[in-house]
């Protein structure tokens, strides 16, 4: 058996057959083909390094306890790395093997790299990485990090609010309990959101089931060359995104088709769209509905703010929009205006004695002169459907508040306090 003590240094030691204590090394170490190794930080107030084990044929935990684990494995020993705080990395360039690493009480670093790893983050703020191969990452207690790589891997937070990145392959998370953020960014994933309030990132073609809490699902379209329709009634997509217990929407849709994105009594959206002809509707709840035409070019959307306070919100652009708060205190807002636009938008059901409020942000107000309401008054007029603010001083660019007249809009009615892009 080799044993190596403090003030030693262990970086050239290599292919021992027998178990290895290393005592009291602080510093950056890198121990290759060992049948199975077991390191001990004795000491109190020396700060551990990284360790890094390459081809040790046998499982390597990490943690506290200064007491090499039983000979369990057919290829050598189970392996014990205690550290105070653990920085391990296991695998390598040559052999990608199949690891088992565990964290002690304290904020551990665990990657997995090649391989079918087992990395067990245990208490503390861990981080937890298992590179390629079809992986199991535990963070446990504390708030912990979870990466997986290539792979159908398996992520669960613990107790804590947590992180949970998912990538290539079909992987399952479970945030655990805690307020946690869990994303998939590809493969057809399972995703549980678990007790607490949850931020859950989602591809298209995964199934979410947000838990207890306040859960809020956040699905990024992208653009397509078929338009997209998202009904947040029914759970599901045409993209194959499948989804419960979602009490937020967080949705954006690109491209020129004409979208739907559509929310329901359980959930407060929160939608925006850009080119094409699209209709947003918030259903119950508070939402807020973007129409980003301004960035991403014309189209006559149509947005529905439905029950609850809402807010619809224009930027702008060309196209003539409709839009409709529905019942409830309702913000129709004027955000980015750009100076040389067209199209004339149209409010429907505006009713001031209701809470319903028309706003102007900073950078309106500098495009379109109205900045307060004398300015707002000097720029409206009545007209046979209702109320026409112009933006440029022309019948073509500008509002139409539909079934009300200059004498039903107040100054509180108009709102200019309101920063700009």
Same mark, same amino acid.
């Given at each position: ?102 964290? =002690?009480?304290?904020? &551990?670093? /665990?990657?997995?790299?090649?391989? @079918? +790893?087992? #990395?067990? *983050? !245990?208490? %503390?703020? $861990? ?30 937070? =613990?107790?804590?609010? &947590?992180? /949970?990145?998912?990538?290539?392959? @079909? +992987?399952? #998370?479970? *945030? !655990?309990? %805690?307020? $946690? ?241």
């Amino acid at each position: 058996m080799a044993e190596l003590r403090e003030d030693e240094r262990a970086d050239a030691l290599q292919s021992s057959d027998n178990v290895d204590w290393i005592r009291n090394v602080s510093e950056t170490e890198e121990f290759n083909q060992f049948g199975s190794i077991a390191v001990f930080q004795a000491g109190f107030g020396i700060p551990a390094e990284t360790a890094r084990i390459y081809e040790t044929n046998a499982p390597v935990s990490v943690g506290d306890d200064p007491q090499p684990s039983e000979d369990t494995s057919a290829d050598g020993a189970n392996s014990s790395i205690p550290f105070t705080a653990s920085h391990v990395s296991v695998g390598g360039a040559a052999t990608d093997v199949d690891d088992l690493v565990q964290g =002690g009480p304290g904020a &551990d670093w /665990l990657w997995g790299d090649g391989g @079918d +790893d087992m #990395l067990l *983050g !245990g208490e %503390g703020d $861990d981080y937890l990485d298992g590179g390629t191969g079809n992986d199991f990452l535990d963070g446990g207690g504390g708030r912990d990090s979870l990466n997986d790589g290539d792979g159908d891997d398996i992520l669960l937070g =613990g107790d804590g609010a &947590d992180v /949970l990145y998912s990538y290539d392959g @079909d +992987d399952y #998370l479970d *945030g !655990g309990n %805690g307020n $946690d953020r869990l994303a998939s960014f590809g493969g057809n994933d399972v995703i549980r959101g678990g007790d607490g309030d949850d931020w859950i990132d989602a591809s298209r073609d995964c199934f979410v089931d947000g838990g207890t809490g306040y859960d809020i699902l956040a699905i990024e379209f992208g653009k397509s060359e078929t338009p997209i329709v998202f009904d947040a009634a029914s759970g599901t997509t045409a993209t194959g995104l499948t989804f419960l217990n979602i009490e937020g929407i967080s949705s954006h849709v690109a491209g020129d088709q004409n979208n739907q994105l559509l929310g329901s009594e359980a959930s407060e959206a929160f939608f925006s769209s850009s080119s094409g002809n699209d209709v947003l509707d918030g259903g119950s709840g508070n939402d807020t509905l973007v129409d980003q035409g301004i960035l991403h070019g014309s189209g006559d959307d149509r947005l529905f703010g439905g029950e609850g306070n809402d807010r619809l919100q224009n930027d702008g652009g060309g196209g003539s929009d409709e839009l409709t708060g529905g019942p409830g205190a309702d913000t129709f807002s004027w955000f980015l205006i750009p100076p040389s636009g067209e199209g004339v938008d149209r409010i429907l059901d505006f009713d001031g004695a209701s809470g319903d409020r028309i706003e102007f942000s900073e950078t309106a107000q500098g495009v379109t002169g109205i900045d307060d309401f004398d300015a707002f008054l000097a720029a409206s007029r009545d007209v046979e459907d209702g109320v026409y603010i112009s933006f440029n001083g022309t019948d073509d660019f500008g509002i139409l508040v539909e079934n009300v007249s200059l004498a039903d809009l107040a100054a509180s009615d108009i709102v200019f306090d309101v920063g700009g892009a």
